[in-house]
């Protein structure tokens, strides 16, 4: 494993740093305070080439590696964790397709999100089914002219208020069907030109080919606010074949594989916010004086800088190894991610805390970031599989 970035790698972590320092942070915490979807900036992520990362370079005419895309990833929490989590949604919904879906699939679905500033939202988790994926009672059925029909409803969807496109996965028959089927629902296209970025509606959508999606009002979450949530309800949507990917008994492994995919990411996520707070609070303490000298520079707190230092670092060439495995296609993949997102979480919680404790009471007030830091942290430990469950795939694997 080679810790050297080659030209390629090097330079989107310095386009993705430019873009950071000059859309995300001199405006962040505005954006949080008006509750405002930051999808002007989405876009420009996408023109710089920074989004759909995982779209195969036949349809995008360029590739983006596992490595790669953990430092854009990275880079884009370091600015905020919400627009990257909006950002990475794209690859949640499109990486099965990507994975196991024919020519036309994947020309048909993904070409949109090369073509324009598209999202999709991943439609997995159910009020009923979040870490036990086997729980979901959306279901897909043959109707009487040969062709499915989805009803089900699922909840703590990414972008699901701007999506112009839905990948679900769902049961096959009946809900207690042990066979779990991925399909893919184009929508109406949303670009940020004619997006109401400060809507608080739900919206109701009649598709062409049968049937009705509608989604609830943006959830009023504790962190990552700009990161776009909610429910979405599929009402007698009308499934032709196309429209199913791979083969619809093998939705569980399909899951599996995009997790594995995706939690690096996550814990790219994780190691971003970390940095984030590491540095913000590196620049309070260097500059806050007390007892006649830097907070900095007593060693109780040094001590704790000395911490959250640690636990960055650590962090991160757990990432680094997880996104190598990834690319090199090593068997045990899903060790390393799962250690990687587990590691990330605990190193965005633990700096965003102590960062917040240095800052005493100056931390707790909303016009300092730190505050909007450790709200941020908090999802991480818990989207795309609890700790508890990282923990469960490690010792699966292990014995």
């Known amino acids: 494993m080679d810790f050297n970035l080659n030209e390629e790698q090097q330079q989107y972590l310095e386009t993705v740093r430019r873009f950071v320092e000059r859309e995300i942070s001199p405006r962040v915490l505005s954006l949080e305070r008006e509750h405002v979807f930051p999808f002007d900036i989405i876009k420009k992520a996408w023109e710089l080439g920074i989004m759909n990362l995982s779209i195969p370079e036949d349809i ?148 062409p080919s049968g049937g009705r999606v509608t989604t609830g009002k943006p959830e009023d979450k504790l962190g990552q606010r700009l990161s776009n949530t909610a429910t979405v309800t599929f009402e007698d949507v009308v499934i032709d074949d196309a429209q199913i990917i791979g083969d619809r008994r093998l939705g569980f492994q399909y899951i599996t594989e995009v997790l594995d995919y995706a939690r690096p990411m996550v814990a790219a996520i994780g190691v971003g916010l970390a940095k984030r707070a590491l540095d913000v609070t590196l620049a309070y303490t260097k500059e806050r004086r007390q007892f006649g000298e830097r907070i900095c520079d007593m060693p109780v707190a040094r001590e704790t800088l000395v911490e959250m230092w640690k636990k960055y670092e650590l962090a991160d060439m757990a990432l680094m190894k997880a996104a190598f495995m990834i690319e090199t296609g090593a068997p045990d993949q899903g060790k390393y991610a799962s250690l990687a997102k587990n590691l990330a979480a605990e190193a965005a919680i633990f700096c965003a805390t102590e960062g917040l404790h240095l800052h005493g009471g100056y931390g707790f007030m909303a016009e300092y970031e730190i505050s909007k830091l450790l709200r941020d942290a908090q999802i991480i430990d818990i989207y795309e599989g609890t700790r508890e469950v990282q923990s469960m795939i490690i010792g699966r694997e292990l014995i």
């Open 60 to 207: 995008k005419g360029y590739r983006i590696d596992a490595i790669a895309s953990a430092l854009i990833i990275k880079e884009l929490s370091f600015g905020d964790s919400g627009i990257s989590t909006s950002a990475m949604c794209n690859d949640l919904a499109n990486i099965v397709i990507a994975m196991h879906g024919n020519d036309e699939q994947q020309k048909m679905f993904l070409s949109p999100f090369v073509d324009a500033p598209l999202l999709a939202s991943f439609c997995l988790t159910e009020p009923g089914a979040g870490s036990d994926n086997s729980a979901m009672t959306s279901v897909i059925r043959k109707g009487q002219d040969g062709r499915y029909v989805l009803n089900g409803g699922k909840s703590f969807i990414t972008n699901a208020s701007y999506a112009s496109q839905f990948t679900v996965f769902c049961k096959v028959g009946k809900p207690t069907s042990p066979f779990i089927a991925c399909v893919v629902i184009p929508s109406l296209q949303i670009e940020p030109e004619t997006a109401d970025v400060t809507s608080q509606n739900s919206r109701e959508i009649t598709l």
